[in-house]
């Protein structure tokens, strides 16, 4: 969020933030605070009215951002998940509804599912595992976002857009919510092994969060993304095995590698997805361009950015196991 706001701000738009900061921090948004065409509202995107007051006041584009992050807090609090999805959306999309505001959600590619396709393409059929397997309730409330919005778009004309973004990194992003490239930059620059789950050999393109905002930019102002889904994606695939080398051998630090069973880690079965990676042809020929940062850059960014913490004195990681 905080680097959208950067990228907008920059682009020369008036930005209204509303953020209940429930995993996010005031601190990542400072700089862009201190613009005097930059506004933080503290609220829930679940608060209609808080949302209508925002909107009302014109504003021409949302960007539904408002959602539940990481696999940690997803399993830690399924209620909350459920409940926090389905009602930020609803309330964004009546506001919006009502003003005829340009919408768009950010998805996820976790709505692909067990999809064992080579690369995901928008128009793959989501293969979602058992209910009682609480880790799919991301991806289904995910799903059912999307339908919400073509709901808004087919019955109310609301121009929507929707999103799947795949796993995004950069700056300022913590491990406290299992997000596995901050945990090993953490890891390794404390010095201690890094925490691989399974058998390493499971494999995520990652993408750079500077990459997917401009995408999410460049398709909120291009009148041919309304009704359409995207992916916004990275091609640098790595199996999580290698991706721990490399951030031994970029941060200088080898420091090793701890192996631990899913069973460890969430007290129960889980079902990892063993590939993620996008086809982002349509994004390519909507906007002329998909994420493209190599991976080695991405992760010194995230290096460089979080040394000088883990360096200095009470640096909280807020990081179970
Ligand atoms: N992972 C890992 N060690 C960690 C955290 C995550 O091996 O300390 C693995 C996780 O099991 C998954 C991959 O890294 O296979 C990406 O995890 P993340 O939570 O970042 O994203 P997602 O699971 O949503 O792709």
């Known amino acids: 969020g905080s680097h959208l706001c950067e990228a907008l701000l920059a682009g020369g738009w008036r930005v209204s933030i509303l953020d209940d900061l429930s995993t996010g921090s005031e601190q990542n948004l400072k700089d862009v605070l201190e613009s005097p065409e930059c506004v933080l509202h503290i609220g829930q995107a679940e608060d209609e009215g808080l949302v209508e007051s925002i909107v009302r006041d014109g504003v021409t584009t949302v960007f539904h951002l408002a959602s539940v992050v990481g696999v940690q807090k997803v399993m830690a609090d399924t209620v909350q998940t459920i409940a926090k999805m389905q009602h930020s959306t609803e309330a964004v999309l009546k506001v919006c509804s009502r003003f005829g505001v340009r919408f768009l959600l950010t998805s996820s590619s976790e709505v692909y599912g067990d999809s064992e396709r080579e690369r995901f393409r928008e128009d793959d059929p ?169 991976l080695e850059m991405i992760l010194q960014e995230i290096i460089d950015w979080m040394k000088p913490q883990v360096a200095g004195s009470g640096y909280e990681s807020g990081e179970s196991v």
């Open 126 to 294: 989501a293969i979602i595992g058992p209910s009682h397997h609480r880790r799919w309730c991301y991806a289904a409330g995910k799903l059912m976002d999307e339908f919400n919005a073509y709901a808004y778009y087919y019955s109310n004309q609301l121009p929507v857009t929707v999103v799947r973004l795949f796993n995004t990194i950069g700056p300022r992003q913590v491990g406290r919510y299992g997000m596995v490239v901050p945990r090993f930059v953490r890891q390794a620059l404390s010095g201690e092994p890094i925490t691989v789950y399974g058998d390493g050999l499971q494999s995520r393109s990652f993408t750079s969060v500077r990459d997917v905002v401009r995408c999410l930019i460049a398709l909120a102002e291009c009148s041919d993304a309304i009704g359409k889904t995207f992916n916004v994606g990275g091609s640098c695939e790595v199996r999580i095995c290698d991706l721990a080398e490399k951030v031994c051998g970029l941060t200088g630090c080898d420091v090793g590698v701890r192996h631990l069973s899913y069973e460890e880690v969430y007290g129960e079965k889980f079902d990892d997805m063993r590939r993620r990676v996008p086809d982002t042809s349509r994004l390519r020929q909507t906007i002329g361009y998909a994420p493209d940062t190599p």
